[in-house]
């Protein structure tokens, strides 16, 4: 991947660990990121639909068109297994839309259709093989992640709130079960989240600490 895209210190931080898929998995992120920045920037739901669309478009098309062209779109399409991880890709952005075509009626409800597309999406795109065992870790990590990007504070209280039920569901710490970089995401969710605490808006020192220690020790 020749053009480097805008990666937070925290994203950075995990992409360490990922040896020689590094490049990879940031193709991946820049997605999410993109799919993020939309979000932030539209101002109406409709023309953010319409970008979210045109990535959509791009990834589902049997092959590359001038039409949905742009270096982090082709960089997706070249990546490993892109067939295996193209339905988790189209997830992605699936679950940011239902955060921006919110309507402000029935949070939880959402807030389970965005986890379980943007987070269940991350995490099998980043390791197929892993897609299965992941998908709970997943959508912990994107509530946690949302958390603390969110202005609305009952939102974000919503969010950990809902994954301190998934928390429930499974009490087992993930690293023991996932490749090191999704358990160094899902590690941090569990460790906010099993507290009720949002996550922080940055990489603090506290969070860079503990992920150095899951990128050491796996928990």
């Not at 990121?33 to 979210?52: D, H």
């Amino acid at each position: 991947m020749t053009e480097k895209h805008e990666i937070t210190p925290i994203q950075r931080l995990v992409l360490a660990a990922a040896g020689k898929g590094a490049p990879r998995a940031e193709t991946i992120i820049a997605l999410d990121n993109e799919c993020a920045r939309i979000a932030v920037v539209a101002k109406e739901p409709l023309m953010a639909q319409i970008r979210l669309a045109w990535w959509r478009d791009g990834l589902i098309a049997r092959e590359a068109v001038p039409a949905h062209r742009s270096p982090i779109m082709d960089a997706l399409r070249e990546i490993d297994d892109f067939e295996a991880s193209r339905e988790a890709l189209v997830a992605i952005i699936d679950g940011w839309e239902e955060l921006i075509l919110w309507d402000g009626a029935d949070a939880a409800d959402m807030l389970e259709r965005y986890a379980a597309g943007r987070g269940r999406g991350l995490f099998a795109a980043l390791h197929p093989a892993h897609a299965e065992r992941s998908a709970h870790w997943g959508r912990l990590w994107a509530l946690w992640d949302l958390s603390g990007h969110l202005g609305d504070e009952a939102l974000g209280q919503k969010c950990i709130g809902q994954g301190h039920v998934l928390l429930e569901q499974d009490r087992d710490l993930p690293g023991a079960r996932l490749p090191r970089m999704l358990a160094m995401l899902a590690g941090a969710a569990h460790h906010d989240v099993s507290r009720k605490r949002r996550a922080p808006a940055r990489l603090t020192p506290g969070l860079y600490m503990r992920l150095i220690r899951l990128q050491a020790l796996g928990r």
